[in-house]
């Protein structure tokens, strides 16, 4: 049996042969769509205010803004709200394209973006927000969203290779996808699901 040592020293090779440049690539993808949406949507208002209802209204429903959720609870729900999203990201590379995962990321980065230009709208300093409302959580989450496209980028190519090379070993690449989303992507979900739950509150309180 493979000691966690070695598991952790086969995800970053892994990660140094097949997976750091689409990761570079998304995550290039996700700051410039950030800031373009952010400038963009300061000339937009009411489309600013229509997408954060629309956001609003989503979180609502998941039970994300329940006033009396406790922060085991809230860290909980945080967690499972942005597993899903990921998993969604990686599977998606099963589709011969990997368009679809791409925009999940950078949408993610236009959501950012908007909700900046909303907070600079109503007269907020977006700087606090940023270091200590995003960034303390962010430092976790957003890693794990880029390496989730990475993971689907990574999948897609297994699906081309074998198309090419009957000898290629899909269930290969699949179960590598699998091995490294489990432990690295799921710790770093589960940290930022914590920090965003118990810490970012006291921090955003803080300043505000």
Request: net charge positive.
């Given at each position: 049996?493979?000691?966690?040592?070695?598991?952790?020293?086969?995800?970053w090779d892994?990660?140094?042969?097949?997976?750091?440049?689409?990761?570079?690539?998304?995550?290039?993808?996700?700051?410039?769509?950030?800031?373009v949406s952010y400038f963009g949507f300061r000339k937009n208002e009411n489309t600013v205010y229509s997408l954060m209802q629309s956001i609003w209204e989503l979180f609502e429903s998941r039970g994300l803004l329940d006033q009396g959720n406790t922060g085991l609870q809230l860290a909980v729900k945080l967690f499972f709200n942005n597993l899903t999203a990921c998993v969604m990201v990686v599977l998606l590379g099963l589709?011969?394209?990997?368009?679809?995962?791409?925009?999940?990321?950078?949408?993610?980065?236009?959501?950012?973006g908007a909700t900046f230009a909303f907070?600079?709208?109503?007269g907020m300093d977006i700087g606090p927000m940023l270091f200590l409302g995003i960034l303390p959580h962010g430092i976790f989450e957003i890693p794990a969203v880029v390496l989730s496209g990475a993971l689907a980028f990574h999948l897609t190519?297994?699906?081309?290779r074998k198309s090419r090379?009957?000898?290629?070993?899909?269930?290969?690449?699949?179960?590598d996808t699998a091995m490294f989303f489990a432990l690295i992507c799921v710790p770093l979900l589960a940290l930022a699901a914590l920090i965003e739950a118990f810490i970012t509150p006291s921090l955003m309180g803080i300043y505000f």
């Amino acid at each position: 049996m493979l000691n966690v040592k070695q598991l952790y020293r086969e995800q970053w090779d892994l990660f140094r042969k097949s997976l750091w440049k689409s990761a570079i690539l998304l995550l290039f993808v996700f700051i410039v769509s950030g800031i373009v949406s952010y400038f963009g949507f300061r000339k937009n208002e009411n489309t600013v205010y229509s997408l954060m209802q629309s956001i609003w209204e989503l979180f609502e429903s998941r039970g994300l803004l329940d006033q009396g959720n406790t922060g085991l609870q809230l860290a909980v729900k945080l967690f499972f709200n942005n597993l899903t999203a990921c998993v969604m990201v990686v599977l998606l590379g099963l589709i011969p394209i990997f368009l679809p995962s791409a925009f999940i990321v950078l949408f993610n980065g236009v959501i950012l973006g908007a909700t900046f230009a909303f907070l600079q709208m109503n007269g907020m300093d977006i700087g606090p927000m940023l270091f200590l409302g995003i960034l303390p959580h962010g430092i976790f989450e957003i890693p794990a969203v880029v390496l989730s496209g990475a993971l689907a980028f990574h999948l897609t190519m297994g699906i081309f290779r074998k198309s090419r090379y009957s000898i290629f070993s899909f269930k290969k690449v699949f179960m590598d996808t699998a091995m490294f989303f489990a432990l690295i992507c799921v710790p770093l979900l589960a940290l930022a699901a914590l920090i965003e739950a118990f810490i970012t509150p006291s921090l955003m309180g803080i300043y505000f």
